[in-house]
């Protein structure tokens, strides 16, 4: 794929950091509005609350990604998988009918490195692979680790899946609060342990743009050869991205499997999904990590938030008494997906909060 | 003592047979030109040499030591630049953003901001594009930037592969006069050229490479006086 050329206008500094740590005012705004929200709104006490937090794992789920895809240039189209590994890993060592039955804070340790080491597994043998032959690879890995776990039934419990997956701190108690109940009663525990996480990766990822690290990778997709005359090992850097990403998205999947107590069935980890975080990451943005959580807030909540809340809306109007799909939101839901996505990679190719680096070259205001 | 010493070299590219046992030596502090036709295997030497085409037989020594098979990042930090055949500058990452990947391997950033002000200093048109993306620069200063980008990693020999490939003659003279200087500052050149009248007037000594082979080899200002170079390279009857 050819790159159109670049425009000559000087790139916009970085926004100035608060703290050196969160590079943007606007995060920590963010953030402080997020962590006051539940106590705003009774709303996120119910359902709405584990909605948004699905809302909260789905962007670590694409912070993931965009390491691979929006630092490194490497196309991943099995991220599920990796997210369906920690998901699993995590139920097998906390679920009853296994032995294992450690607390979550461990178990979430072992699964991400786990899905770490799987990464790196799948990363090794593909190291030449790039582009459109990586991407068929990792699709690959990804059907495979689908078929996995459903064959696998006597492990993964078939398409049941495994539950229940008891949630954080069971049996813990804090000041007399039993915390597993805590978790099992209000959604705004879940809320906070997620909203928590995601700041912790958001963190993570700004201080990986500035190492040495996240430099190389940026090299590395930019020009394998050049970086290798730079002294930059291209496979130590490339096997460092599949498995930070992989990491991450275990991390994600642990999440995922304790607020919904059970793993759900494989299914939740195929193809389908990889595609939409990859569509959230590519419309927020490739590299941007507010663009990335925007294009998750924005697809994934179009579908677990918006879509439900529009439903049940129509209904209580009781505008559509026959039930017939034409009249309902979610009949449509795809079709407008599609189209909003279309009306964005035609009028904004660089995402909706580009890095500032594609933003400077899909913007020709140039010479 | 050579800095580099290549002995019997053969690379090539399935059954292609680029490089057919080629030796060549580079002194201390010694510019060196490899001049040929297209296709005489002047960038598969470079190539084998830093290890990113593999050698099928022969040796590469930098320093005394062997260097045959190493990686090519392993080959970069014991200290041979590398600025390779199209500039290969990182066309969207800024001109200081290319200049700080160049020393990737200096950790201190004190030395780090003192070579890329050297570096700078050299090619003035640099600093003044400092934020600008390297894709927007011009081809001549594209050229300077790979250069200097290659400089930054303070390298003690230095690899350059058709440095006035495409460019204004006014210009391939600013580069030659950057190149000429390295000597003096004991980084020793190897320089890899089509316009071999400029390269050997400028290399203590020269190298012809004809179909993988070494044909010719002798001081810069002999081999351009010799009548086979002269009819062959320069264009002279």
Same mark, same amino acid.
């Given at each position: 794929?050819?790159?159109?050329?670049?425009?000559?206008?000087?790139?916009?500094?970085?926004?100035?950091?608060?703290?050196?740590?969160?590079?943007?005012?606007?995060?920590?705004?963010?953030?402080?509005?997020?962590?006051?929200?539940?106590?705003?709104?009774?709303? @996120? +006490?119910? $359902?709405?609350?584990?909605?948004?937090?699905?809302?909260?794992?789905?962007?670590? %789920?694409? *912070? &993931?990604?965009? =390491?691979?895809?929006?630092?490194?240039?490497?196309?991943?189209?099995?991220?599920?998988?990796?997210?369906?590994?920690?998901?699993?890993?995590?139920?097998?060592?906390?679920?009853?009918?296994?032995?294992?039955?450690?607390?979550?804070?461990?178990?979430?340790?072992?699964?991400?490195?786990?899905?770490?080491?799987?990464?790196?597994?799948?990363?090794?043998?593909?190291?030449?692979?790039?582009?459109d032959y990586l991407a068929i690879v990792t699709l690959g890995?990804?059907?495979?680790?689908?078929?996995?776990?459903?064959?696998?039934?006597?492990?993964?419990?078939?398409?049941?899946?495994?539950?229940?997956?008891?949630?954080?701190?069971?049996?813990?108690?804090?000041?007399?609060?039993? @915390? +597993?109940? $805590?978790?099992?009663?209000?959604?705004?525990?879940?809320?906070?342990?997620?909203? %928590?996480? *995601? &700041?912790?990766? =958001?963190?993570?990822?700004?201080?990986?743009?500035?190492?040495?690290?996240?430099?190389?990778?940026?090299?590395?997709?930019?020009?394998?050869?050049?970086?290798?005359?730079?002294?930059?090992?291209?496979?130590?850097?490339?096997?460092?991205?599949?498995?930070?990403?992989?990491a991450v998205a275990g991390l994600a999947g642990c999440l995922?499997?304790?607020?919904?107590?059970?793993?759900?069935?494989?299914?939740?980890?195929?193809f389908n999904r990889s595609i939409m975080v990859l569509c959230?990451?590519?419309?927020?943005?490739?590299?941007?990590?507010?663009?990335?959580?925007?294009?998750?807030?924005?697809?994934?909540?179009?579908?677990?938030?918006?879509?439900?809340?529009?439903?049940?809306?129509?209904?209580?109007?009781?505008?559509?008494?026959?039930?017939?799909?034409?009249?309902?939101?979610?009949?449509?839901?795809?079709?407008?997906?599609?189209?909003?996505?279309?009306?964005?990679?035609?009028?904004?190719?660089?995402?909706?909060?580009?890095?500032?680096?594609?933003?400077?070259?899909?913007?020709?205001?140039?010479? | 003592?050579?800095?580099?010493?290549?002995?019997?070299?053969?690379?090539?590219?399935?059954?292609?047979?680029?490089?057919?046992?080629?030796?060549?030596?580079?002194?201390?502090?010694?510019?060196?030109?490899?001049?040929?036709?297209?296709?005489?295997?002047?960038?598969?030497?470079?190539?084998?040499?830093?290890?990113?085409?593999?050698?099928?037989?022969?040796?590469?020594?930098?320093?005394?030591?062997?260097?045959?098979?190493?990686?090519?990042?392993?080959?970069?930090?014991?200290?041979?630049?590398?600025?390779?055949?199209?500039?290969?500058?990182?066309?969207?990452?800024?001109?200081?953003?290319?200049?700080?990947?160049?020393?990737?391997?200096?950790?201190?950033?004190?030395?780090?901001?003192?070579?890329?002000?050297?570096?700078?200093?050299?090619?003035?048109?640099?600093?003044?594009?400092?934020?600008?993306?390297?894709?927007?620069?011009?081809?001549?200063?594209?050229?300077?930037?790979?250069?200097?980008?290659?400089?930054?990693?303070?390298?003690?020999?230095?690899?350059?592969?058709?440095?006035?490939?495409?460019?204004?003659?006014?210009?391939?003279?600013?580069?030659?006069?950057?190149?000429?200087?390295?000597?003096?500052?004991?980084?020793?050149?190897?320089?890899?050229?089509?316009?071999?009248?400029?390269?050997?007037?400028?290399?203590?000594?020269?190298?012809?490479?004809?179909?993988?082979?070494?044909?010719?080899?002798?001081?810069?200002?002999?081999?351009?006086?010799?009548?086979?170079?002269?009819?062959?390279?320069?264009?002279?009857?």
């Amino acid at each position: 794929m050819a790159a159109p050329p670049p425009s000559a206008a000087p790139l916009p500094p970085r926004p100035a950091g608060v703290g050196g740590w969160l590079a943007s005012r606007w995060e920590l705004v963010a953030l402080v509005l997020l962590a006051a929200a539940p106590l705003c709104i009774p709303a @996120l +006490g119910g $359902a709405l609350g584990g909605q948004v937090t699905t809302l909260f794992i789905y962007c670590i %789920l694409a *912070l &993931a990604l965009n =390491v691979m895809v929006g630092y490194t240039g490497l196309v991943h189209l099995g991220i599920a998988s990796f997210f369906g590994i920690g998901a699993y890993c995590l139920a097998i060592l906390t679920v009853p009918m296994y032995p294992f039955r450690i607390g979550f804070l461990p178990a979430a340790v072992v699964a991400v490195l786990v899905t770490a080491g799987t990464g790196l597994a799948l990363g090794a043998p593909t190291l030449r692979l790039r582009g459109d032959y990586l991407a068929i690879v990792t699709l690959g890995f990804g059907e495979v680790a689908k078929v996995t776990l459903r064959n696998l039934e006597q492990i993964t419990g078939g398409m049941k899946g495994l539950n229940p997956v008891p949630p954080p701190g069971a049996g813990v108690t804090v000041a007399g609060l039993d @915390l +597993g109940k $805590a978790f099992a009663i209000d959604p705004r525990w879940f809320y906070y342990l997620s909203l %928590l996480s *995601l &700041a912790g990766v =958001v963190l993570a990822m700004r201080r990986l743009e500035t190492s040495r690290l996240g430099r190389a990778l940026v090299a590395v997709r930019e020009d394998e050869l050049a970086a290798q005359a730079m002294g930059i090992s291209a496979t130590r850097v490339k096997l460092s991205a599949f498995a930070m990403s992989s990491a991450v998205a275990g991390l994600a999947g642990c999440l995922y499997a304790a607020s919904l107590s059970t793993t759900a069935d494989p299914n939740a980890y195929d193809f389908n999904r990889s595609i939409m975080v990859l569509c959230a990451v590519i419309l927020g943005g490739l590299g941007s990590i507010p663009g990335t959580i925007l294009g998750v807030a924005i697809l994934v909540g179009f579908d677990t938030v918006l879509a439900p809340w529009a439903d049940s809306w129509i209904q209580q109007m009781n505008i559509n008494p026959s039930g017939s799909s034409a009249l309902s939101f979610s009949g449509w839901r795809l079709a407008i997906f599609g189209l909003a996505l279309v009306f964005v990679m035609r009028y904004r190719p660089e995402g909706l909060i580009p890095s500032r680096r594609l933003a400077a070259e899909l913007h020709e205001e140039g010479p | 003592m050579a800095i580099l010493e290549v002995r019997d070299l053969s690379a090539g590219y399935g059954p292609i047979r680029a490089l057919d046992g080629v030796s060549i030596d580079v002194g201390e502090g010694e510019t060196v030109a490899i001049i040929g036709a297209n296709g005489a295997g002047k960038t598969t030497l470079l190539m084998a040499i830093v290890g990113v085409v593999p050698a099928r037989s022969g040796s590469v020594a930098f320093q005394g030591r062997p260097i045959t098979g190493l990686p090519t990042h392993v080959v970069s930090r014991m200290g041979i630049g590398h600025a390779p055949e199209g500039r290969r500058i990182f066309p969207r990452l800024s001109v200081r953003e290319n200049l700080e990947l160049g020393g990737f391997t200096q950790t201190d950033r004190q030395a780090l901001k003192r070579d890329i002000d050297e570096a700078c200093g050299m090619f003035p048109v640099l600093g003044e594009r400092m934020a600008q993306m390297g894709g927007t620069l011009s081809g001549g200063e594209q050229q300077m930037l790979a250069l200097a980008r290659a400089l930054v990693g303070r390298p003690k020999l230095l690899l350059l592969d058709e440095p006035s490939l495409g460019l204004a003659p006014l210009i391939v003279e600013r580069i030659f006069d950057v190149i000429g200087s390295l000597a003096k500052r004991g980084i020793s050149v190897v320089l890899v050229e089509q316009n071999a009248r400029a390269a050997l007037r400028l290399a203590d000594r020269g190298y012809v490479l004809e179909t993988g082979r070494v044909t010719l080899t002798g001081p810069g200002a002999e081999l351009a006086h010799d009548r086979r170079v002269r009819e062959a390279y320069l264009g002279e009857g």
